[in-house]
């Protein structure tokens, strides 16, 4: 089946630092790849869509600015948590559809624990 | 705007007892419909979906959803659940049609305990 992976699974950086967060399609062709982000006992949040080559689109209330992704193949999406701060730690989750196959089936990651101490 | 309610936010289950989780959606066009589970410690998977046709669908380990338009909702359902169903289930609305933007409009989950 499709898989998605997510690398790091889990990391920990102080306030100011930048931190990457990689979505990889392991498996299958991705043109767009989906970032979002979930709170304790909430649902998921989209963020941004990402489409191979072209800029991501971000949705209302989410900075372009602190939260930066590129997608630059058709296997790999990174979201860039710019000068992170407390307010950011978070779940965050990505997910990806095919290039063929199914039009609306995401496959989702495992998910990044971010904590900005 | 649109939205997702899941009602039960906590069930707790004997394994062998029925099982019926509520989801309703706000949004007066065509959708896709979905839901997902999420196991202890793994990433989301897709249960069943529902695109057109029967609103009666069957998916992955003898789970089921009906779509009710009137009603604006697609419950999950399960006859007999077992202890591995344990479980955070999701369901989720993408607007279809002329107005399909390919995203997910999650609900905020529902835990599932099931004892032996």
């Known amino acids: 089946g499709a898989v998605v992976s997510q690398h790091p699974s889990w990391v920990i950086c102080k306030s100011g630092t930048s931190v990457k967060i990689e979505c990889r399609s392991l498996?299958?062709?991705?043109?767009?790849m989906f970032w979002y982000r979930q709170f304790p006992k909430q649902s998921l949040m989209l963020m941004a869509t990402s489409n191979e080559g072209s800029k991501a689109t971000y949705e209302q209330g989410v900075e372009k600015d602190k939260f930066l992704i590129n997608h630059a193949s058709l296997t790999l999406s990174t979201l860039t948590v710019t000068s992170a701060h407390p307010e950011d730690s978070s779940f965050y989750i990505c997910?990806?559809?095919?290039?063929?196959?199914?039009?609306?089936?995401?496959?989702f990651g495992p998910g990044t624990r971010l904590t900005v101490t | 705007a649109q939205s997702v309610s899941q009602h039960n936010h906590h069930v707790i289950l004997s394994e062998a007892a029925s099982l019926e989780l509520g989801c309703n959606y706000s949004?007066?066009?065509?959708?896709?419909l979905f839901w997902y589970v999420q196991y202890p410690g793994q990433h989301l998977q897709l249960l069943l979906k529902y695109f057109s046709g029967d609103p009666l669908v069957k998916g992955i380990k003898g789970f089921e959803a009906e779509f009710i338009k009137s009603k604006f909702s697609f419950n999950l359902r399960k006859p007999s659940v077992q202890w591995s169903d344990t479980a955070e289930y999701f369901c989720a609305v993408m607007p279809a049609g002329i107005y399909n933007t390919d995203k997910l409009i999650f609900g905020t989950g529902t835990r599932l305990q099931v004892f032996p």
């Open positions: 498996d299958f062709q991705a043109t767009t």
């Open positions: 949004y007066g066009g065509t959708v896709n």
């Open positions: 997910s990806a559809r095919e290039l063929a196959g199914g039009p609306y089936e995401q496959y």
